[in-house]
Structures are given as C-alpha cells and as structure tokens.
C-alpha cells in the first residue's frame, strides 16, 4: 500500500512551466488556476454532471470551448457559466497576452467544497512519491486519477461522437473496479483539508 504525503496544508501546487493551482484557506469553494506565457497547460475537453462551473478571468485572456463554440473571454467578461453535463475545456489564448500570466479562478454550484477536494488529490497524486513501487508509474498515476475523475464529478471525453458520454462512463467504471481491487479512492484524507470534508459531508463522494 502506498505511504501518501500529507498535502492538506498546502495552498499552492506547481508544474513548472505548465500550471500553477492556488487555493485560499478562506475561501473552499473557489480555486485559482495561473498559466505562465507559454504555457501549454490545459484542462482538457470534459464535463461535470452534479455541479453548474463558473470560469473567471482575473488577468490575461483565455480561450474556452464551451460545447459548439469557442469564447475569447478576458477579465471584462465577468464569470462564464457552464452548466451541468456541457462539454467544455480552456487554456491561454494563442494569440493574446502571451507577456502575462493567465489567472483564471474557477467555482461551482452548489457550493459543497468539491472543486478544491478534486484539484488537491489530483496534484497531490501525480507529485507523490512512487519510487518504491513495482508496477509502471505511469500506470497507476492514471488508473488513480481515473478514480478520482469518477468520484468528484469530472468527465474527460475520450472519443467524439454520439457514444462520448457511454465510452466516457464505462472507462471510469472499470477504472473504479480495478482501483477498488487495488485499495485505490476517489479522495483522501492525506490529501483533503478538514474543512472541505467536512464542507462535503451533507453530498455524495464516492470512495
């Protein structure tokens, strides 16, 4: 069983170059997501379907795919809506302010603290320590994040078309069967401030 590094104090996890996640202890609900000038980072085409996500552009300028159309959207715009189970991914605008950092802040509805719960086991698993396994790193990190996809609301889509959603929930049902064989959960407590669980405590987590 893997020995997990306990990240619940933590308020910021870095890729270098890629991605910055900021979180305020004030604040559970809200998530802040910086991208350096050329930054590649994105958040992949996906969707939620418990929660209606609010997008905010703090500095620079984004580009959001929401369902058919893509948004140029800056700080002027306000909060983008996204609503449950639509289709959606940004990143930097590949031609705008490419001398700046893209801040985006990101929050749902209802208010349950699960954004944070999601961003802090995601990075928390993929900077762990896994030095001392014997099985490919690379495998388990995805198997792992997979279950943490199924478990906190977030739907990568794996093929376009009409069988999107299907291939998408099927993928994540065996990833949850073969991660529950393997001790593996959708949160951890290693991971999860106090304060989020106990945020969550009156809404579903799947474990």
Do not use: C
């Not at 603290?113 to 999601?118: E, H, L, R, S, V």
């Amino acid at each position: 069983m893997l020995s997990r590094i306990n990240t619940t104090s933590l308020t910021t996890f870095t890729r270098s170059g890629h991605v910055t996640y900021s979180f305020d202890p004030s604040d559970p609900n809200t998530t802040t997501i910086s991208l350096p000038p050329r930054s590649t980072w994105t958040s992949g085409l996906h969707w939620h379907e418990a929660h209606t996500e609010y997008l905010q552009v703090v500095q620079g300028t984004a580009s959001v795919i929401l369902l058919d159309k893509t948004l140029v959207v800056t700080a002027d715009d306000g909060p983008i809506t996204i609503p449950a189970f639509a289709k959606h991914e940004w990143m930097r605008a590949p031609t705008h302010g490419n001398d700046v950092d893209l801040i985006v802040n990101e929050w749902t509805s209802p208010i349950d603290g699960q954004k944070q719960i999601f961003f802090r086991n995601l990075n928390s698993v993929i900077q762990e320590d896994y030095s001392n396994k014997w099985m490919p790193v690379g495998w388990l990190i995805t198997l792992q994040l997979f279950v943490i996809f199924r478990a906190l609301d977030n739907y990568p889509v794996f093929v376009e078309g009409w069988v999107d959603r299907w291939v998408t929930h099927m993928i994540l049902w065996m990833a949850g069967l073969f991660g529950w064989a393997m001790g593996f959960r959708g949160w951890y407590t290693e991971y999860t401030p106090e304060i989020l669980i106990d945020r969550s405590k009156n809404r579903k987590i799947h474990d």
